[in-house]
């Protein structure tokens, strides 16, 4: 795996031991930043969900982003050419394979580019690790994020929600993104919405329209609630 700086050079980063997702305490005895990874298949809006949300964060919070993809750093290059944060707060890491292998098997790479984030730029109170597109088995480590969301969109079909999958069961929050398209793909929001509560046990779900003014809320207001958790010590 290749991980690269925002300056645009990519040396790998200086390998040490790693304090996981499982040690919220810094070793100087301050809580770190909340680390919350975002999952999903291809095209369904995983880029543009962490741009919107930086755009609403970034006034009230410290934030940085960790991208993956498989052999490009596209992701980051998005959100930097957007402005969505400084350059300098945006990462990429190149998984060199099915990006889940990265953010659930071998979290190496991301566990360095997060903490070399934290060591460089201080005070963060929030990293968001974007996963490169996968399946509906795409899960992160809890040994990398302390909180997880899925992804989906009504363009890939309203069944998606009943098909399940880790993805779709066990994230903490569960995305169905692009709803101004349902009428014109003939998706179900009502149907993904029972689908999806029958599946998920009582963990929340958001419907989403990036394009809509302050589309992304729902997803921010759930962040805010597992920060002020976080905080105060809790689990996020």
């Not at 770190?32 to 741009?51: D, E, Q, Y």
């Not at 998984?95 to 190496?108: F, L, M, W, Y």
């Not at 968001?128 to 040994?143: I, P, W």
Request: with cysteine; net charge negative.
């Amino acid at each position: 795996m290749h991980l690269d700086h925002s300056d645009g050079l990519s040396p790998a980063f200086p390998r040490r031991h790693t304090h996981s997702a499982a040690r919220p305490i810094r070793p100087d005895g301050t809580r770190r930043a909340l680390r919350v990874g975002l999952g999903g298949p291809v095209g369904s809006g995983k880029t543009a969900t962490v741009a919107a949300l930086c755009r609403v964060l970034r006034e009230d919070l410290s934030i940085a982003v960790v991208t993956n993809d498989i052999y490009t750093r596209e992701d980051a290059e998005f959100l930097r050419r957007e402005a969505v944060l400084p350059a300098e707060r945006i990462t990429a890491v190149e998984t060199g394979a099915c990006p889940h292998t990265a953010i659930r098997d071998d979290i190496s790479a991301n566990l360095e580019a997060v903490e070399h984030l934290e060591e460089t730029l201080g005070g963060l109170d929030l990293i968001l690790v974007e996963s490169g597109g996968d399946n509906l088995t795409a899960t992160f480590s809890r040994g990398l994020a302390d909180a997880q969301i899925f992804v989906i969109d009504v363009a890939g079909g309203d069944d998606i929600p009943r098909k399940g999958g880790p993805g779709i069961t066990t994230a903490d929050l569960l995305v169905v993104n692009k709803t101004d398209l349902a009428p014109h793909v003939g998706s179900d929001l009502a149907r993904m919405a029972a689908d999806a509560e029958l599946r998920r046990g009582g963990l929340p779900v958001a419907f989403t329209s990036l394009r809509d003014d302050d589309g992304v809320r729902p997803v921010a207001d759930w962040i805010g609630t597992r920060l002020a958790a976080w905080n105060t010590g809790g689990a996020a």
